[in-house]
């Protein structure tokens, strides 16, 4: 995509790469950069094509990290130390974290999944955990081929009749639940979660299950309301749908969306210090990201990037800043 720019990433260890968007901010190869943002590009319309039947747009760009090394395991949350890729909550957008030490195929399915809590989050109105979780795992299987966005989804029922996790009970999880808590109850959790979401989109309660989605586009809605059935029968079909249908596969492509040309520049260290510090300052580390900003060298300080970080991490080490939050994980 940008061979000419080759030269350049001899000389500098950090790198920015642009599209329509996202803004990819990477300590990693050119090679690696580059099919990482154009599989974004591909995929960010696919939840809104699917969901909705359209797209959804990005009024700003979204900011990704892509970090090659110890830079990935000094700012992964301790809790999900075996993760491949997070999203960190900021003021008014979402930073997504990947590692660039893994494959890029890996990393792209981590993207996946938490780019579908991006657009979880920003288009359904206090969204229900199972449905925000189900959603990432049904779309984290997408692949990218030739031009597509092919859909698999794939699951088996040999482990859902083993689940002790009823209905009542799923719907009720929230990330204060011991069932989310605990890693193996977490593990039901989200199998059962996806199983939900692939039944809800792949039965006859596909449109009682779109209802329910535009439902929560302008307000909190419950299930039950738009199912029309008791949850004794909804889970008779359930286990019904997946006992005649043993292993269900099914594939759906979509164009993917392919993005204007990107451009490329050179990041200091500075800088890319500062954005690194900007993750641990919105996770609440503040003591972390005062760290990161101190080892940074005096000459290193004077971009408007930096300066900018600056005083929004003194705003909010003196109180007044936002915290929305800690940060998301598959």
Avoid at 58 to 67: D, G, N
């Amino acid at each position: 995509m940008m061979s000419h720019m080759a030269g350049l990433l001899l000389m500098v260890s950090w790198i920015q790469l642009s599209s329509d968007h996202f803004t990819v901010i990477s300590n990693s190869s050119q090679d690696q950069v580059e099919a990482v943002i154009e599989s974004l590009e591909a995929f960010h319309a696919i939840p809104g094509l699917v969901l909705f039947g359209q797209a959804e747009p990005e009024h700003t760009p979204i900011r990704v990290l892509l970090l090659k090394g110890k830079y990935f395991d000094q700012i992964v949350p301790y809790s999900r130390r075996d993760a491949t890729g997070f999203l960190q909550p900021a003021q008014d957008h979402d930073i997504l974290v990947l590692s660039g030490s893994e494959p890029s195929r890996i990393s792209v399915h981590a993207a996946y999944h938490e780019l579908t809590h991006h657009f979880v989050e920003r288009n359904l109105k206090q969204p229900p955990l199972w449905l925000s979780e189900g959603l990432a795992e049904y779309f984290e299987d997408t692949e990218f081929k030739t031009g597509r966005m092919i859909l698999r989804s794939s699951i088996t029922d040999r482990r859902l009749p083993s689940i002790e996790l009823s209905f009542s009970e799923l719907f009720k999880v929230t990330k204060n639940s011991l069932t989310y808590r605990n890693a193996k109850s977490a593990e039901a959790f989200y199998l059962k979660s996806h199983a939900t979401v692939h039944f809800l989109l792949h039965s006859s309660y596909k449109e009682k299950f779109k209802r329910y989605i535009a439902a929560l586009r302008t307000g909190p809605a419950d299930l039950q309301a738009f199912l029309g059935v008791s949850l004794s029968r909804f889970g008779r079909d359930f286990f019904e749908h997946f006992r005649t249908c043993g292993e269900s596969k099914e594939s759906h492509a979509y164009d993917a969306f392919t993005g204007s040309a990107s451009t490329m520049d050179s990041v200091s260290e500075g800088d890319a210090e500062a954005f690194l510090a900007e993750i641990l300052m919105w996770r609440g580390d503040l003591a972390g990201a005062r760290r990161r900003i101190e080892m940074v060298d005096s000459w290193e300080r004077n971009s408007a990037v930096f300066a900018n970080f600056l005083k929004l991490f003194s705003r909010t080490e003196a109180g007044s800043g936002t915290q929305p939050g800690q940060a998301t994980a598959p």
